[in-house]
């Protein structure tokens, strides 16, 4: 057996890039989720501790059930700072 390699640790962020299609730009100050996807066996994603420049970032991304739509909440969202969702 082989010890863990780099790839086996960025292989979550790739997996979540790939679903929530998620950008942050920290000079315009956004955040924004380009159609965004969540499988069905997969209700929400957690996001904690995220570090942008000196913010430290919590998301909270849903499917809702019936319909399948991606809703996100940002908690403690900074004034100046957007957070978009592009269907």
Do not use: H
Not at 36 to 53: D, F, H, K, Q, T
């Amino acid at each position: 057996a082989c010890s863990p390699q780099a790839w086996s640790v960025s292989a979550i962020f790739l997996m979540l890039y790939a679903l929530l299609q998620i950008e942050i730009d920290p000079e315009r100050k956004e955040i924004s989720f380009r159609d965004p996807y969540l499988p069905s066996y997969l209700e929400n994603v957690m996001i904690r501790a995220l570090r942008v420049g000196s913010l430290t970032v919590e998301l909270e991304i849903n499917r809702q059930r019936d319909n399948n739509q991606i809703s996100v909440y940002w908690k403690n969202q900074p004034k100046d700072w957007k957070l978009i969702l592009i269907r």
